[in-house]
């Protein structure tokens, strides 16, 4: 069974407007972590932010915010004032407890920002 | 300051050929990870190193892959008798054990193209 699932291949937004990235995750696991990461057409894959499973507030970071919905499993990307140079491809990502610390990912959502 | 860095950048191998990807961490970085891109999806876990330790290799998809970090800094991973399905890229990522949510830092890749 897919652990993170991204049901959108693509996205497009306006500059300056906001845009939600979907994301839902499956775990049995109390404790786990939710990660996105952008990969611009560099490759590199780059950390936007986390969300602790414990953690009592939505996570922000500048124009980031995660919508933590955790009775619905979901863990949406926020993004306000889009940019042009916020086109990528981002990657919503979950670490679950254990001794490893490996990162299961989706399958990726394709942002394109027009002008 | 140095982030994470592998090479080459691009290999082109001759199938049934074997190959050496290089990853260098962050200077510190107790942890390391080596993931699978292909074409048009997220990454996908190989295997997990802490110091010198290979502490999961669950995701090696076979018998020749094989991963190593003998002086718990660089890490190599090499394919024996490459095969057109492991074309890919080769992400790794290293973490310091510590801090909260030990966000993993990625390397720009190693882009593989078995012939």
């Known amino acids: 069974a897919q652990k993170i699932t991204q049901t959108q291949p693509g996205m497009f937004v306006q500059e300056k407007e906001a845009v939600t990235l979907d994301c839902t995750y499956d775990?049995?696991?109390?404790?786990?972590?939710l990660f996105w990461y952008k990969q611009p057409s560099s490759g590199e894959m780059i950390f936007l932010i986390y969300?602790?499973?414990?953690?009592?507030q939505n996570a922000t970071e500048g124009r980031y915010s995660l919508n933590f919905q955790k009775a619905r499993k979901s863990a949406n990307l926020v993004i306000s004032a889009s940019q042009l140079g916020d086109s990528a491809m981002y990657f919503c990502?979950?670490?679950?407890?254990?001794?490893?610390?490996?990162?299961?990912f989706g399958t990726g959502t394709r942002l394109q920002v027009f002008p | 300051g140095a982030g994470v860095s592998q090479s080459p950048r691009y290999k082109v191998a001759k199938r049934g050929q074997d190959v050496a990807l290089r990853c260098d961490p962050i200077?510190?970085?107790?942890?390391l990870f080596w993931y699978q891109q292909a074409l048009g999806q997220g990454p996908e876990f190989l295997t997990y190193?802490?110091?010198?330790?290979?502490?999961?290799k669950s995701g090696l998809p076979s018998d020749r892959f094989f991963a190593e970090r003998p002086e718990g800094s660089v890490s190599t991973l090499k394919i024996q008798r490459t095969q057109q399905e492991d074309s890919a890229v080769y992400l790794c990522?290293?973490?310091?054990?510590?801090?909260?949510?030990?966000?993993?830092?990625f390397g720009p890749g190693t882009r593989l193209t078995v012939l």
């Open positions: 990522a290293s973490s310091f054990l510590g801090n909260s949510y030990n966000e993993q830092f």
């Open positions: 775990t049995s696991d109390p404790s786990y972590g």
């Open positions: 969300q602790g499973s414990y953690d009592q």
């Open positions: 990502a979950m670490r679950e407890g254990g001794n490893t610390d490996k990162l299961i």
């Open positions: 200077s510190g970085h107790v942890s």
């Open positions: 190193f802490q110091n010198e330790a290979q502490l999961d």
